[in-house]
């Protein structure tokens, strides 16, 4: 048995781990061995100091030794039961409500000298301790120093300590993964030490050290999974394509505005990838309405001329259908462009399929319907996949495996990320960023307005209609229930048909596909004036029309999210506005959070006000979907050791170092399936 697989175990071959405790583990998560011992102590308690009865302090846990003189079980409804104790510097009452007699004079023998830790009260005159639940005849057992773990929820601590003690005594000893520069920065502490440190420290105010070595090895298997994933990719050679130099001014003269300088500057960088023998790892990124979408599409449309393919992922439908309209118009007397999602018809479907295997499709657009594994591509050249974020490294792993040694990837983003959930998310990547903005674009204006002034709000509506103008109306998606998530969209769209008749209309997850799109097309048209919408609309649609967009409950949103919802206006040369509408009950924090983006129009700024309020998590939108990408580190608070964790990887990568000494390391951060085909 190698040593990682005892900890890789399921918990519950463990003794006293029965059917029902580890349901109760697994609700937090715990599943394996290994996931139980990292759920490190929330704190500490000495319990190992004995003091006398006179010298107790009221308020404080503390520790006694004492004799069980007398019993006094009232046998009353609401009184409880009372056990009289001593030393011979005074008397001690323990108190139990709602425990049996059987069990009180289990743990507390008559006559017999007993050790019992816990915190100390005072009532008519006399120490007593209510309900304890540290008590033994064997006074090791309890002078000592105990873990508190604050995942408990249905676990008391008792039996908490009691597995995790289970877990420790067949603890493998892990040979040494750490290069000796690196374990030298942590002390030399190895990962058992920190371990058994962690779980059962000899005083209560335990070193950073031992935490400190665990953070960073989760943080290095991450970057070393990263790093193989993209030396693996970039091993390979590919087919260097040629560069159309005329696209550009086609395109400009196609689509009547001239591209950004820093437009140009990202076509050029990827060119230069296109054209080389390396595949291209690239990411894009640029503030919201920064024009990454054109960009994508020339470099699209190139590869498409050297008889290549390109796969468009899009994270929701409705952006990989504007994507797709967009490049038809442009290219389309060039190309055979496709839509695929996943409620595309099955008869289409295999159409479609059929047709890119025999490369008669020279670029599919979809959403995640593009990964799998159906899916075959005759010549696929290029991978985009827009707001890379919200796909995990599998996703991306599965589509890079579509390209075989010829895939180009690039993928882009509105979300300015720190450079340490950059190594994290992607890797070592190369970055091109668009920093401009397009001309003539106007600050879009921010207000906030309480919901008790909702008659303004509608009054303003009112003139922007007047004025030819429409509106976005975003309602938040309520979580507790899937099957009426999008309630508060459907309240607010009745509420406004009765004041605005027809020009209004109601988008959300649950409106079939061919409503959808007639309510886009209406929108689209301008027969529709009012789109009321859960965030479906979140992320890169295009409505140049569209000069005002309201959010309801505003201070439920991430202002990264807010942000990229605001970027939905302020598209064309119109001064466009957001309203921000909140419950008059709102949090100092929230006020605090909906001012910063009153007062900023620039992403890069807000994303960092929004980490220092709320966490990375929520930037990224892990929060939402439930990741959680590490189990101990944090982007922010250890940043140093990310840094630190990044110029190893560099150092591997450099000295081409061999990685089997890392294997256990990758098996226990369970990114095996990944890293095994990688090896
Ligand atoms: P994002 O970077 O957020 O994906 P888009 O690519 O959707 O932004 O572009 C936002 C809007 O700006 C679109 O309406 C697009 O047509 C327009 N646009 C892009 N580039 C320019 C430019 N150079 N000049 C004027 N408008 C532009
Ligand atoms: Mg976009």
Same mark, same amino acid.
Not at 164 to 176: C, T
């Given at each position: 048995m190698n040593n990682y697989e005892y900890l890789l175990s399921d918990i519950s071959i463990l003794k006293g781990v029965g059917v029902s405790l580890a349901k109760k583990f697994r609700r937090k998560n715990i599943n394996t061995i290994f996931d139980l011992i990292l759920s490190i102590p929330s704190k500490y308690i000495d319990r190992s100091i004995e003091t006398k009865i006179k010298d107790l302090h009221i308020g404080k846990i503390q520790t006694v030794t004492i004799v069980v003189e007398k019993y006094n079980f009232p046998r009353v409804r609401n009184l409880p039961n009372k056990v009289i104790c001593s030393d011979n510097t005074g008397k001690l009452d323990c108190i139990f409500f709602n425990s049996f007699e059987g069990y009180i004079k289990k743990i507390l023998p008559l006559n017999k000298v007993v050790t019992i830790s816990g915190k100390i009260g005072f009532f008519r005159g006399k120490y007593q301790i209510t309900n304890p639940t540290h008590v033994s005849t064997d006074e090791n057992k309890i002078k000592k120093i105990h873990s508190n773990y604050s995942l408990t929820e249905g676990i008391s601590d008792n039996i908490f300590n009691k597995v995790?003690?289970?877990?420790?005594?067949?603890?493998?000893?892990?040979?040494?993964w750490l290069s000796k520069d690196i374990l030298n920065k942590f002390e030399n502490i190895s990962w058992n030490e920190a371990?058994?440190?962690?779980?059962?420290?000899?005083?209560?105010?335990?070193?950073?050290?031992?935490?400190?070595?665990?953070?960073?090895?989760?943080?290095?298997?991450?970057?070393?999974?990263?790093?193989?994933?993209?030396?693996?990719?970039?091993?390979?050679?590919?087919?260097?394509k040629k560069i159309n130099s005329k696209l550009v001014n086609f395109v400009e003269n196609k689509i009547g505005f001239t591209l950004t300088i820093d437009q140009n500057k990202a076509i050029k960088e990827i060119n230069n990838d296109l054209s080389s023998k390396q595949r291209m790892f690239r990411l894009l990124q640029g503030d919201v309405g920064s024009g990454k979408t054109i960009v994508s599409l020339i470099s699209s449309q190139n590869v498409i001329f050297n008889n290549y393919q390109v796969a468009f992922m899009a994270p929701t439908e409705i952006l990989a259908k504007q994507h797709f309209n967009l490049f038809n118009n442009i290219f389309g007397k060039f190309s055979s462009a496709q839509l695929l999602t996943g409620k595309t018809d099955y008869k289409e479907r295999n159409e479609i399929l059929k047709k890119l295997q025999n490369n008669k499709i020279n670029i599919v657009f979809g959403t995640h319907a593009l990964f799998q594994?159906?899916?075959k591509f005759k010549k696929l050249g290029l991978i985009i996949i827009d707001e890379q974020h919200k796909f995990g490294v599998n996703q991306r792993k599965k589509l890079s495996e579509k390209g075989d040694a010829n895939c180009d990837v690039l993928v882009m983003s509105a979300t300015p990320i720190p450079r340490t959930m950059m190594m994290t998310l992607y890797?070592?990547?190369?970055?091109?960023?668009?920093?401009?903005?397009?001309?003539?674009?106007?600050?879009?204006?921010?207000?906030?307005?309480?919901v008790n002034?909702?008659?303004?709000?509608?009054?303003?509506?009112?003139?922007?209609?007047?004025?030819?103008? !429409?509106?976005?109306?975003?309602?938040?998606?309520?979580?507790e229930s899937k099957k009426i998530d999008h309630q508060s969209a459907v309240i607010r769209f009745n509420n406004l048909k009765k004041i605005f008749s027809s020009n209004v209309g109601l988008l959300h997850g649950s409106i079939d596909k061919?409503?959808?799109?007639?309510?886009?097309?209406?929108?689209?048209?301008?027969?529709?004036?009012?789109?009321?919408?859960?965030?479906v609309i979140e992320v890169g649609i295009d409505f140049p029309n569209a000069?005002?967009?309201?959010?309801?409950?505003?201070?439920?949103?991430?202002?990264? !999210?807010?942000? !990229?919802?605001?970027?939905?206006?302020?598209r064309g040369i119109k001064q466009s506005s957001c309203i921000l509408i909140y419950k008059s009950s709102l949090s100092e924090n929230?006020?605090?959070?909906?001012?910063?983006?009153?007062?900023?129009?620039?992403?890069?700024?807000?994303?960092?006000?929004?980490?220092?309020?709320?966490?990375?998590?929520?930037?990224?939108?892990? !929060?939402?979907?439930?990741?959680?990408?590490?189990?101990?580190?944090d982007p922010i608070i250890n940043a140093d050791m990310f840094l630190l964790a990044e110029k190893e990887i560099k150092n591997i990568e450099r000295n081409n170092l061999n990685l089997t000494k890392y294997k256990s390391l990758l098996k226990l951060y369970d990114r095996a399936d990944i890293i095994n085909e990688l090896i």
């Open positions: 995790i003690n289970e877990a420790l005594i067949k603890l493998p000893k892990m040979s040494e371990i058994t440190n962690l779980h059962k420290p000899k005083q209560t105010d335990i070193e950073k050290k031992y935490i400190n070595r665990l953070i960073f090895d989760e943080i290095l298997s991450t970057f070393l999974i990263n790093s193989k994933i993209r030396i693996n990719f970039k091993k390979k050679n590919k087919f260097p594994k159906k899916i890797g070592d990547m190369d970055i091109t960023l668009i920093k401009s903005k397009p001309k003539n674009r106007k600050e879009i204006k921010t207000y906030t307005k309480d002034k909702i008659n303004d709000v509608i009054k303003f509506v009112k003139k922007e209609i007047n004025l030819g103008n !429409q509106i976005f109306w975003v309602c938040p998606l309520i979580e061919d409503e959808k799109d007639l309510i886009l097309k209406n929108f689209l048209k301008n027969k529709i004036k009012i789109l009321v919408s859960t965030t000069t005002c967009i309201i959010i309801e409950d505003a201070n439920k949103f991430g202002l990264s !999210q807010l942000h !990229q919802l605001r970027g939905r206006v302020g929230a006020r605090k959070r909906l001012k910063i983006l009153k007062s900023s129009n620039d992403g890069f700024l807000i994303a960092e006000e929004d980490l220092k309020l709320r966490g990375y998590g929520d930037l990224l939108g892990f !929060q939402q979907s439930g990741q959680k990408i590490f189990k101990l580190a």
